[in-house]
């Protein structure tokens, strides 16, 4: 399994962007598929999209189709997740998440960041 | 999307009792159901992945059942450690979607 860092907290105003990075330890981190979610305050989890290993493809959610972007850097292995036009709803924490095994994307969220808290607040 | 659905949405038990939570699916997911423990201001861990494997390290007191659209999760005998709340989780379709929950305290 894949151990991962993420970026910290972040306060933002309405309207504006965040990107969050999810940082491996592990050599073999290029080879999983790298899975965004969050949870906003006292709610459940809810699954954002999913990059695959090469960064060449992502999958996203209905909800987040045009304001989400998920990238990996392939010298440094950090994947980022960048949400814009923020509104008060997108306070939450959010995490990344890697499935069980390399080359596979289950849907099984294995691995987790310890989470990135995004305050969005004017 | 797949809706899933948890009950209950609060349980207290007591130290060693037997709790059950059931999850049930919108729409068959075959065995593609997974259980996760969340404690507070902490990531969750996945405990059973495709309904009823137990992943490696989590204590053999917690076991998982179910198929298609009717899913069991069991703790057999409850220990303090285990406050916390529990999710399922399909992942046979996307977009993934989760339980709303099922919040564990003792008695």
């Known amino acids: 399994q894949v151990q991962l860092l993420q970026s910290r907290a972040e306060v933002k105003k309405p309207g504006a962007s965040v990107k969050i990075s999810c940082q491996p330890s592990?050599?073999?981190?290029?080879?999983?598929?790298i899975y965004w979610l969050r949870q906003a305050p006292g709610q459940g989890l809810e699954w954002m999209g999913t990059?695959?290993?090469?960064?060449?493809?992502?999958t996203y959610a209905q909800k987040f189709q045009g304001i989400v972007t998920m990238t990996r850097d392939a010298a440094t292995s950090a994947v980022y997740m960048d949400l814009g036009s923020l509104t008060s709803d997108d306070t939450a924490v959010y995490y990344c998440?890697?499935?069980?095994?390399?080359?596979?994307?289950?849907?099984?969220?294995?691995?987790w960041g310890q989470g990135t808290l995004v305050t969005v607040s004017s | 999307d797949i809706q899933m659905t948890q009950s209950p949405s609060a349980l207290s038990a007591s130290v060693g009792d037997r709790v059950t939570i059931t999850c049930r699916a919108s729409?068959?997911?075959?065995?593609?159901l997974n259980w996760y423990q969340q404690k507070p201001g902490k990531p969750p861990i996945l405990l059973i992945s495709?309904?009823?494997n137990l992943e490696s390290g989590v204590p053999s007191r917690f076991s998982g059942s179910g198929s298609e659209t009717q899913f069991t999760f069991t703790i057999t005998s409850l220990q303090s450690e285990d406050i916390a709340t529990y999710y399922c989780?399909?992942?046979?379709?996307?977009?993934?979607?989760f339980g709303p929950g099922t919040r564990l305290d003792i008695k």
């Open positions: 998440a890697s499935p069980p095994d390399a080359f596979s994307s289950s849907g099984i969220f294995a691995s």
């Open positions: 592990g050599d073999n981190f290029k080879y999983f598929y």
């Open positions: 990059i695959n290993p090469s960064g060449s493809s992502a």
């Open positions: 729409q068959d997911i075959r065995r593609y």
């Open positions: 495709g309904a009823s």
């Open positions: 989780q399909q992942s046979d379709y996307v977009p993934y979607t």
